[in-house]
């Protein structure tokens, strides 16, 4: 496996359902964000985890519980979902530090439909 | 205020001929960084070029090259000589330094691409 890696690439799930998105990066990068992306709408940054901290977690909703259990894996966890949280969710990578800016190497992505 | 602005929803050029997509951005940071990336129909975001604000000569990839017009804090995307794989959504990004050690990157609305045979 290379890059950076997302399963699974679609998932439809009840309101009531717990599901998790898992995302696996094969770079040795020490940070990984999630992102949101809904139809017509730019991309949205939902957490950062840097060196497995969560540095960043942009006002989501607590329905949405990221995990970073490593520096190469990262989970998003989901539970009593709303039908407006569904939409692309991308995982990224890369390798961080002071002043540096090096590019986010992005997953494909899964697609959530939520019922 | 948007910090990424991308005012083209959607572009059209002839296979083999050259585009430009436009980007302007807003920040009151002296560093920081700017990225384009490729999002094809099947979703994962491909980068293709980065221009460093302090960088003098503008960013070159193969195809791709970005306009940096630092005064008219502006980034356009170029591609020369447009193939039909180049048909997808382009989406211009933004990485301020801000005192944090990780990359925060705030992405424009995007521009979708389409190539004519």
């Known amino acids: 496996e290379t890059g950076v890696t997302q399963t699974p690439r679609h998932l439809v799930m009840g309101m009531t359902n717990k599901k998790s998105l898992k995302c696996e990066q094969h770079?040795?990068?020490?940070?990984m964000y999630w992102y949101k992306q809904s139809a017509k709408k730019p991309l949205e940054l939902m957490f950062v985890?840097?060196?497995?901290?969560?540095?960043e977690n942009n006002s989501v909703p607590s329905r949405f519980s990221p995990e970073c259990p490593n520096s190469s894996h990262l989970f998003l966890h989901l539970h009593t979902l709303q039908p407006e949280d569904s939409a692309l969710y991308l995982c990224?990578?890369?390798?961080?530090?002071?002043?540096?800016?090096?590019?986010?190497?992005f997953g494909p992505g899964t697609r959530l439909t939520v019922l | 205020a948007q910090k990424i602005t991308q005012t083209q929803p959607g572009m059209f050029v002839q296979e083999k001929e050259a585009v430009t997509l436009d980007c302007t951005y807003d920040?009151?940071?002296?560093?920081?960084?700017l990225f384009w990336y490729k999002q094809p129909s099947s979703g994962e975001m491909i980068f293709l070029i980065y221009?460093?604000?302090?960088?003098?000569q503008n960013a070159t990839e193969g195809r791709y090259s970005l306009n940096f017009q630092k005064a008219r804090k502006s980034a356009n995307l170029v591609i020369s000589a447009s193939q039909l794989g180049d048909s997808a959504m382009y989406f211009c990004?933004?990485?301020?330094?801000?005192?944090?050690?990780?990359?925060?990157?705030?992405f424009g609305q995007g521009t979708i691409l389409t190539v004519h045979p």
């Open positions: 990224a990578s890369s390798q961080d530090g002071r002043g540096s800016y090096n590019e986010q190497f």
């Open positions: 770079l040795g990068h020490n940070a």
């Open positions: 985890y840097s060196l497995e901290e969560r540095v």
């Open positions: 920040t009151s940071d002296q560093s920081y960084g």
């Open positions: 221009q460093g604000s302090y960088d003098e």
């Open positions: 990004a933004m990485r301020e330094a801000g005192g944090t050690s990780y990359g925060k990157l705030t």
